[in-house]
C-alpha cells in the first residue's frame, strides 16, 4: 500500500480492494472519478494493467473505412454526418466504390478493416452483404470489423427483420467481429442531449448479447467529456460490466474523448489531460471482466496515448488510415501512422510493442509485409478523401 503513495484517504479502501483482486462498486467508482489524486488512481490502474498484460501494449495494422455519412439520426455530439435531405452534400459509395476506397492502401501487412457509416435510409442488409462478400473476394485475408450494434439495430428495423437475421446474414457474408461504437452515455438524461434520435442505452446492451451469442466478438466504448457527471461514466462501465458477465463478448473498451468542433456542442471544450487520464484509469479499475483498454491515440493525441499506457491502457488501437469521424470533428492528431511510429510511441513509454490482430492474436511482425497502410512510412491520406456523392439508390 505504501508505495502507492495515495494522497486522498479515500482511495485506500479502493487500493485494499485492488491489492486483493476485489471487484469495485460503484462508491468506489466515484471516488475515483472525482478525487484529485490523479497519480494515485493511475498507480492502481496500473497495478491491474500490468497484472494482466505485464509489460506489453498491443497495436494492429488497420484502415477505417466509412460507406456513408448520411445519416437519419442527426446526433448532437456528431461532426461526421450528413442529415438525408442534405445528401448530395455527403457520399454513400456503390459496393465497387467502397472496395477502390479500401483499396487505397490495404496491403497484405493490413489486417484489419474498421466499417462504420451514417445511418443511410436505403442501405438494407442487402447492401452490407453485397459489401462484405466484395471485400472478402478482394482482400481474403482481411479481418472485418463492422457495424456497431447502433447500425445493426437500425439495418434490423430498416429490413423489417431482427437482429438475429441480420448478424446471421452478414456473419455468411464475411462479417469477423463488430465494432464498440454507439454507446456514448448509457443514461438517458445525456442521451436526450447527445443523441436522443439514437438506439437507447438499454436496446445497445441488448443487441451487444445478441452478437455475443450468436458467437461474434464485439469492443465497447463510452464517449466522455461532455454533459455527463462523473458518476454516469461509472454507471456506464457498470452496466458494461454487467452486460460482460452475462455474455463475454466484449474483447476491449475504448473511451472516447469528445470532441466538440462541428458539432452543435461546440460551445463545450474538449477534454484535458487530467481527465483523459483519470477516465483511462477509472475504466481498468471499474472494468475488472474485460481484458483489454485502449488508448485511442487518434482522439487522445499521441503524448497523452503514450502516457495513458501508465494508466491502464494496453493498446494503441492501429495505423488508422483514413479515419474520418474524429477529424470531421477537428481531431489534430491527424490519420495514418506508421507501424515504425506507433512502435516508437510504445517503446518510449517503456512497454514493449506486440502486433495483433483484431482477435488480439499475436503476429509476427516480421511476417506481417506490405508496403502502405502498415509500412515504416505512413502513406499520406491527403489524396485520399471522400469522392464526391454518388447516389447508391
Ligand atoms: S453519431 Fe452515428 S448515428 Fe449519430 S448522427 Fe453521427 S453517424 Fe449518425
Same mark, same amino acid.
Given at each position: 500500500?505504501?508505495?502507492?503513495?495515495?494522497?486522498?484517504?479515500?482511495?485506500?479502501?479502493?487500493?485494499?480492494?485492488?491489492?486483493?483482486?476485489?471487484?469495485?462498486?460503484?462508491?468506489?467508482?466515484?471516488?475515483?472519478?472525482?478525487?484529485?489524486?490523479?497519480?494515485?488512481?493511475?498507480?492502481?490502474?496500473?497495478?491491474?494493467?500490468?497484472?494482466?498484460?505485464?509489460?506489453?501494449?498491443?497495436?494492429?495494422?488497420?484502415?477505417?473505412?466509412?460507406?456513408?455519412?448520411?445519416?437519419?439520426?442527426?446526433?448532437?455530439?456528431?461532426?461526421?454526418?450528413?442529415?438525408?435531405?442534405?445528401?448530395?452534400?455527403?457520399?454513400?459509395?456503390?459496393?465497387?466504390?467502397?472496395?477502390?476506397?479500401?483499396?487505397?492502401?490495404?496491403?497484405?501487412?493490413?489486417?484489419?478493416?474498421?466499417?462504420?457509416?451514417?445511418?443511410?435510409?436505403?442501405?438494407?442488409?442487402?447492401?452490407?452483404?453485397?459489401?462484405?462478400?466484395? =471485400?472478402?473476394?478482394?482482400?481474403?485475408?482481411?479481418? =472485418?470489423?463492422?457495424?456497431?450494434?447502433?447500425?445493426?439495430?437500425?439495418?434490423?428495423?430498416?429490413?423489417?427483420?431482427?437482429?438475429?437475421?441480420?448478424?446471421?446474414?452478414?456473419?455468411?457474408?464475411?462479417?469477423?467481429?463488430?465494432?464498440?461504437?454507439?454507446?456514448?452515455?448509457?443514461?438517458?438524461?445525456?442521451?436526450?442531449?447527445?443523441?436522443?434520435?439514437?438506439?437507447?442505452?438499454?436496446?445497445?446492451?441488448?443487441?451487444?448479447?445478441?452478437?455475443?451469442?450468436?458467437? =461474434?466478438?464485439?469492443?465497447?466504448?463510452?464517449?466522455?467529456?461532455?454533459?455527463?457527471?462523473?458518476?454516469?461514466?461509472?454507471?456506464?462501465?457498470?452496466?458494461?460490466?454487467?452486460?460482460?458477465?452475462?455474455?463475454?463478448?466484449?474483447?476491449?473498451?475504448?473511451?472516447?474523448?469528445?470532441?466538440?468542433?462541428?458539432?452543435?456542442?461546440?460551445?463545450?471544450?474538449?477534454?484535458?489531460?487530467?481527465?483523459?487520464?483519470?477516465?483511462?484509469?477509472?475504466?481498468?479499475?471499474?472494468?475488472?471482466?474485460?481484458?483489454?483498454?485502449?488508448?485511442?491515440?487518434?482522439?487522445?493525441?499521441?503524448?497523452?496515448?503514450?502516457?495513458?499506457?501508465?494508466?491502464?491502457?494496453?493498446?494503441?488501437?492501429?495505423?488508422?488510415?483514413?479515419?474520418?469521424?474524429?477529424?470531421?470533428?477537428?481531431?489534430?492528431?491527424?490519420?495514418?501512422?506508421?507501424?515504425?511510429? =506507433?512502435?516508437?510511441?510504445?517503446?518510449?513509454?517503456?512497454?514493449?510493442?506486440?502486433?495483433?490482430?483484431?482477435?488480439?492474436?499475436?503476429?509476427?511482425?516480421?511476417?506481417?509485409?506490405?508496403?502502405?497502410?502498415?509500412?515504416?512510412?505512413?502513406?499520406?491520406?491527403?489524396?485520399?478523401?471522400?469522392?464526391?456523392?454518388?447516389?447508391?439508390?
Amino acid at each position: 500500500m505504501d508505495q502507492l503513495r495515495l494522497r486522498d484517504d479515500r482511495l485506500r479502501p479502493v487500493a485494499a480492494k485492488v491489492l486483493a483482486g476485489r471487484r469495485l462498486d460503484r462508491d468506489d467508482g466515484v471516488v475515483i472519478a472525482s478525487t484529485a489524486d490523479l497519480l494515485g488512481v493511475g498507480r492502481l490502474a496500473n497495478l491491474v494493467r500490468e497484472r494482466l498484460h505485464g509489460n506489453r501494449t498491443y497495436y494492429n495494422v488497420n484502415r477505417h473505412l466509412n460507406p456513408t455519412n448520411v445519416c437519419v439520426a442527426s446526433c448532437g455530439l456528431c461532426a461526421f454526418y450528413v442529415p438525408w435531405k442534405e445528401k448530395d452534400r455527403g457520399w454513400t459509395y456503390t459496393v465497387e466504390e467502397a472496395v477502390d476506397v479500401a483499396a487505397r492502401d490495404v496491403d497484405e501487412s493490413v489486417s484489419e478493416l474498421h466499417i462504420v457509416s451514417g445511418l443511410h435510409p436505403k442501405l438494407k442488409v442487402d447492401y452490407y452483404e453485397e459489401l462484405f462478400r466484395a =471485400l472478402k473476394i478482394r482482400f481474403p485475408w482481411v479481418h =472485418l470489423k463492422a457495424l456497431t450494434m447502433v447500425e445493426l439495430d437500425f439495418l434490423a428495423s430498416l429490413s423489417r427483420t431482427t437482429v438475429e437475421e441480420v448478424v446471421d446474414r452478414l456473419k455468411k457474408a464475411g462479417l469477423d467481429s463488430c465494432p464498440g461504437g454507439g454507446a456514448e452515455i448509457f443514461a438517458p438524461r445525456v442521451r436526450e442531449q447527445i443523441c436522443d434520435h439514437k438506439t437507447s442505452g438499454e436496446r445497445w446492451l441488448e443487441v451487444a448479447s445478441i452478437v455475443h451469442r450468436l458467437g =461474434l466478438k464485439s469492443n465497447c466504448t463510452m464517449l466522455y467529456g461532455h454533459v455527463e457527471r462523473a458518476e454516469e461514466r461509472v454507471d456506464h462501465l457498470l452496466a458494461l460490466r454487467v452486460q460482460q458477465d452475462a455474455s463475454g463478448g466484449f474483447q476491449c473498451l475504448i473511451p472516447l474523448a469528445f470532441h466538440p468542433a462541428n458539432t452543435e456542442l461546440d460551445h463545450l471544450p474538449s477534454t484535458g489531460g487530467r481527465l483523459d487520464l483519470q477516465t483511462i484509469a477509472l475504466s481498468r479499475l471499474m472494468l475488472d471482466n474485460v481484458p483489454h483498454l485502449k488508448a485511442y491515440w487518434i482522439m487522445l493525441g499521441e503524448k497523452v496515448a503514450q502516457v495513458a499506457q501508465h494508466f491502464g491502457a494496453n493498446d494503441l488501437d492501429g495505423t488508422i488510415h483514413d479515419e474520418r469521424i474524429t477529424q470531421a470533428a477537428g481531431g489534430s492528431a491527424g490519420t495514418g501512422i506508421s507501424r515504425r511510429r =506507433l512502435e516508437f510511441l510504445i517503446r518510449e513509454a517503456d512497454r514493449i510493442p506486440v502486433l495483433r490482430d483484431t482477435l488480439y492474436r499475436e503476429i509476427d511482425p516480421s511476417l506481417s509485409g506490405g508496403s502502405s497502410a502498415g509500412s515504416d512510412v505512413a502513406s499520406s491520406t491527403a489524396d485520399s478523401g471522400p469522392p464526391a456523392s454518388v447516389a447508391v439508390s
